[in-house]
């Protein structure tokens, strides 16, 4: 849920949006087609914790502990790892 949280933050920004589309070579169409897959949520997460004033800003927006998307984004690989 975090993630998809973390989505429609970035969608919700013209800037978050314009910098994600760009770094994840994703067009807005695409976005629609992966937007459930475990591995595409945790690069929603990545974009976050690759970017300190993003990942404050969504943080801060939301009533999070940046920690909580750091743990969140583990989570996330892990699943992807396993395939799950």
């Keep these: 849920m975090l993630a998809i949280e973390g ?4 969608a919700g920004n013209e800037t978050d ?3 994600f589309l760009a770094l994840s070579g994703l067009s807005p169409q695409d976005l ?3 937007a459930q897959s475990p591995a595409f949520l945790s690069g929603v997460l990545d974009y976050f914790m690759g970017d300190e004033a993003s990942l404050l800003a969504f943080a801060a927006a939301h009533g999070r502990d940046p920690a909580e998307i750091s743990m969140a984004r583990t989570v996330l690989s892990r699943s992807k790892e396993s395939g799950e």
Excluded: E, F, G, P
Excluded at 7 to 10: A, D, E, F, K, P
């Design 32 to 34: 629609r087609d992966v």
């Design 7 to 10: 989505l429609q933050h970035i």
């Design 17 to 19: 949006l314009s910098r």
